[in-house]
């Protein structure tokens, strides 16, 4: 594929001034970045299509190979990677919004997520709740208004990275571009560290919030609470907080996804015989009918009475489990009632005597 001229792709002329290519660069640049058409595949390639133009134009050096052998007298030159284009055009596009303040990185930044680990009970996540939540979040620190510096003392260049906020390295072919280990990206460290907080321009307080978890959550769904997370750096826009959900068990119940589980202890003669029972569930007492013949680990079924659905309408179903209990100690007529029940049903016993089946056969 032949790539297009890069006087062409920003509609500069040959002997255009670096001033010339660096507003027809600004233009495109506003009208194409990807913040500005999120999604936008089209875009997005004249983006980039203008960062590489403007990469070389911008660089007396690179603009003079590149006049005199083409494409091929840069190339190998830039980045190999579509991120690394983004993050060395960042500055510029700083610079040209008035993000950056001057050439620096050090414009305002947002500030980071916060996750909470919220434990909620079984019934909470089937019906919904709202919780009051403590956490410690970083907040601006009030001796040095946030700035770190202890009282009005200033900031020098960064010497690690002389001020640029990032240090590049070579890899191979690849130039990787990071943020400066000693500053952090601020392009500059503090000369006097306040003391409260260390020069870090925030300190951990206390922060109570209301959350309200919405009914049919379950372990593992995260809530976001905008701007609850930690400040940006330099006044930029605060973080989320994350509220990660952790549904404890239930004696009684248990859950497959929207539905419900119950397990209903009954007895012999209720499975033989079927019965009606008023069973407790989570929206209250119901009566239910357990049919005659009733096999261990048979499901009645209340369609509607499970788990709503977080997202719109509907709600799952509640299955209630049959667990037939044989009785472990029986009483004198008990005993004598299943005996009989033996007798007429044929099932051979061999305990008529009460002495067991080993007992009758060696004549014990
Ligand atoms: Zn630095
Ligand atoms: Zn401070």
Redesign the pocket.
């Known amino acids: 594929m032949s790539k297009k001229d890069y006087y062409e792709v920003l509609s500069v002329s040959r002997d255009a001034s670096s001033a010339d290519v660096k507003s027809a660069y600004r233009k495109l640049a506003m009208k194409f970045h990807p913040d500005r058409n999120p999604g936008d595949k089209e875009a997005e390639d004249k983006f980039k299509e203008a960062s590489a133009a403007y990469e070389v134009l911008s660089d007396p050096e690179k603009r003079q190979r590149y006049d005199r052998f083409g494409h091929q007298g840069v190339e190998g030159q830039g980045f190999q990677d579509v991120n690394d284009v983004f993050s060395s055009f960042g500055s510029i596009f700083e610079e040209f919004f008035g993000m950056g303040g001057g050439s620096r990185r050090s414009g305002p930044r947002r500030g980071s997520d916060l996750r909470y680990d919220l434990a909620v009970e079984f019934e909470e996540a089937v019906f919904g709740v709202e919780k009051d939540i403590e956490f410690e979040r970083p907040t601006k620190c009030d001796p040095c208004k946030g700035t770190g510096a202890k009282d009005g003392s200033g900031r020098t260049n960064?010497?690690?990275?002389?001020?640029?906020?990032q240090?590049r390295r070579q890899q191979g072919f690849f130039a990787i571009q990071t943020n400066?280990?000693?500053?952090?990206?601020?392009?500059s460290?503090i000369e006097k560290p306040c003391q409260d907080c260390r020069g870090q321009g925030a300190v951990l307080k206390k922060r109570k919030i209301n959350v309200k978890v919405p009914a049919g959550v379950d372990s593992g769904v995260r809530l976001r609470i905008s701007g609850e997370g930690e400040p940006g750096p330099a006044g930029g826009q605060s973080g989320d907080l994350y509220v990660v959900l952790h549904v404890k068990e239930s004696e009684r119940f248990s859950r497959d996804g929207l539905d419900l589980i119950l397990i209903q202890p009954i007895g012999i003669a209720q499975a033989a015989l079927g019965a009606k029972l008023s069973i407790k569930t989570l929206d209250g007492q119901v009566e239910v009918v357990i049919p005659s013949g009733s096999q261990y680990g048979d499901r009645v079924t209340i369609a509607g009475a499970g788990v709503p659905h977080l997202k719109g309408v509907g709600k799952g179903d509640l299955h209630i489990e049959l667990k037939v209990i044989v009785p472990k100690k029986l009483s004198k007529d008990e005993k004598e009632a299943l005996q009989k029940f033996a007798d007429i049903s044929g099932e051979n016993i061999n305990n008529q005597s009460g002495g067991g089946f080993f007992n009758k056969m060696f004549g014990d």
């Not at 960064?158 to 906020?165: A, E, I, K, S, Y």
């Open positions: 960064c010497r690690t990275c002389g001020g640029v906020g240090v400066c280990p000693t500053c952090h990206g601020e392009g460290t």
